[in-house]
């Protein structure tokens, strides 16, 4: 059974960082682009960032680039997210998602979704 489990979300200042983290089991990273969405309250899911199982190569929103990072383990099976420079405005829902082989910022295109943790930017 594929599942995917997020955690490592909490409250942080302004300014800050945290390292989400997505544990993945019944399938291998070999085989499945995985990404990072987060829905704020009151908006749709945003598609964060994605890391391809081919070459690793690595997407990301505007509104995340340079601040955020996508990395993968694939002894753990785990993808990690490193949040620099927290905004307040990155306050929401964080999701980790599985797809096919291609990467995908649009969130219907993910098959397989984790229950997400949430992270909380204020002073």
């Known amino acids: 059974q594929l599942q995917l489990v997020e955690s490592g979300g909490g409250l942080v200042q302004p300014g800050g960082s945290l390292t989400l983290s997505c544990a993945i089991s019944?399938?291998?990273?070999?085989?499945?682009?995985i990404g990072w969405f987060r829905q704020a309250p009151g908006k749709e899911h945003e598609g964060v960032s994605c890391i391809s199982p081919s070459d690793g190569s690595t997407y990301y929103a505007d509104s995340v680039k340079g601040r955020f990072t996508i990395s993968r383990d694939n002894a753990k099976n785990t993808i990690y997210l490193h949040m620099n420079s927290l905004k307040p405005e990155d306050t929401a829902l964080y999701y980790c998602?599985?797809?096919?082989?291609?990467?995908?910022?649009?969130?219907?295109?993910?098959?397989?979704w984790g229950q997400g943790t949430q992270v909380t930017v204020s002073s």
């Open positions: 019944g399938f291998t990273l070999d085989y499945y682009a």
């Open positions: 998602a599985a797809t096919g082989y291609v990467c995908y910022m649009d969130p219907p295109r993910y098959d397989y």
